[in-house]
C-alpha cells in the first residue's frame, strides 16, 4: 500500500499513542474502496468517520459541557440518564475504551482472550498505556445489534472514545462474519467514538 508524502505527513499529525491503528484503518478503507495510493484526502475522511472524539472535537465538547452548566459529580449511573460526568470526562487524559462483542458467541465464550490481549496491551491493543482504562466490555445485545447506539451514548458520559468490535465479530470461514457489523460500525461512528476492529486476533 502506498502513501502520498502529504498523506503521511497528515497521519503524522495524529497523537502517537493512537497513530498505529489510525494507519490501519486508513489502509483498510484504501482496501474497500480499492484505492492503490493513499491521500490526505482519504486519511481526512477516516478521521471524520472513525476517529472524531479522539482528532476533533474534544476540547469543544468540554467547552461545550461547561458552557451547558453542567454540574459535576463523583459518579454517576448509565442507567439514570443523567449528563453531569461528560464535563469531568471529556477533560480527562487516559483513553476510555469499550469492548463490544457478539452475543451468540457469548454463549460460549467468557471473553478471556479479550481480556488477556487488553491486559498485557497487545495485538490490538499496542499502544496503549497505564493511563488508558477498559470501561466496560458488552455484547451487541443479539441480532441486529441495535442496542450498540444506545449503550455507547450513555457510555459517552463516562469519556469513552474507542470501541473495539471483539475479534470473533470479524472472523469468516466455519465461523461466519456478523452479517450487521457495517450496521454496527455506522452506529458507532454516528455518535462520534472511534472504531478499531479485533481484540486478539
Ligand atoms: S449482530 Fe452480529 S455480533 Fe451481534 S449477535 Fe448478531 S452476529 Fe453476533
Redesign the pocket.
Known sequence: MRWSQEAEAALSGVPSFVRGMAKKAVEDEARKRGIEEITPALVQDVKDKYFTSLFGSKAGKAKEAKSAGHARKEDGCTECGEDQPVAEAAERKGRKIAII?????SETCPGIACMMAWNKRRIHFEGYGPEDELIAML???????RRVARMVEKLKKYGLDTVHLSSC?MLEGDYPE????DA?KQSIAAKGVAIVEGTHH
Open positions: 462483542r457478539c452475543e451468540i458467541t455484547t451487541c445485545g443479539g441480532c441486529s445489534g465479530m456478523c452479517p450487521h457489523l454496527i
